[in-house]
């Protein structure tokens, strides 16, 4: 369970099965389970969220949209670093992938000569591969012990000792007791500290979403692969 630096990032909202829990404790594999059946929504499930990552004096924002649906998916995010805007996409839609990036230039940058360059990345594949924004909600599998505590109106639950070395070794979610809704998550990774929150959850997403319209990114290099 190998997380990018994004976190997610940080959604396999889709996945099949349960799983096998080891040492976790009943409670918290029965609030795992429910939330991630109530995420699991056949009409399909929208996640906004607000991704923040720190290490030392550097500090910023992601904002980030997900969708899924029987198994296709559409992550679009941006954020600002240095004073510059960053734009991605990452898109399936069962027989396709695609990622794209934009850097907004600054103002004055196109008087230096610099020019824009945005790449449409298009992949055959019947696959997706992880995302920047994917939450694996089979991940409370790769650990080997998980503690909960109540927090006004969440549940709290804290994993620890990995079973991978390659896993941050403690990850804190919190889960809306009524609702059953992950609304946080967060670890460090490299030095960083991330935490992913969610500010809404959409049931009901549109299929037209997840076709690719390679209209919509005008003046983007296209590779195909």
């Not at 399936?92 to 196109?110: N, T």
């Not at 000569?113 to 594949?125: A, M, P, Q, S």
Request: contains cysteine.
């Amino acid at each position: 369970m190998k997380k990018s630096l994004w976190m997610l990032i940080t959604i396999l909202l889709f996945c099949g099965h349960i799983g096998v829990y080891g040492q976790i404790p009943d409670e918290v594999k029965d609030m795992w389970i429910a939330c991630k059946k109530k995420m699991n929504n056949p009409a399909g499930t929208q996640l906004n969220m607000n991704i923040h990552m720190s290490m030392l004096i550097f500090k910023t924002n992601m904002q980030v949209v997900v969708s899924g649906k029987g198994g296709k998916s559409l992550m679009k995010g941006s954020m600002k670093i240095m004073g510059r805007e960053f734009a991605m996409e990452h898109g399936f839609d069962g027989q396709q992938e695609w990622k794209y990036k934009h850097l907004k230039l600054k103002e004055g940058d196109e008087e230096k000569g610099k020019e824009r360059k945005d790449t449409l990345f298009i992949t055959k594949t019947n696959k997706k591969s992880a995302g920047n924004a994917d939450i694996d909600f089979d991940l409370i599998e790769d650990y080997q012990k998980a503690t909960v505590k109540q927090e006004g109106r969440y549940h709290v639950i804290t994993l620890s000792k990995p079973k991978s070395k390659d896993d941050p070794k403690k990850i804190t979610i919190k889960i809306d007791k009524e609702k059953s809704l992950l609304r946080e998550m967060s670890y460090k990774e490299s030095g960083a500290r991330i935490t992913m929150t969610i500010t809404r959850v959409t049931f009901g997403v549109n299929d037209n979403i997840f076709m690719l319209d390679t209209s919509k990114y005008p003046g983007a290099i296209i590779v195909r692969k």
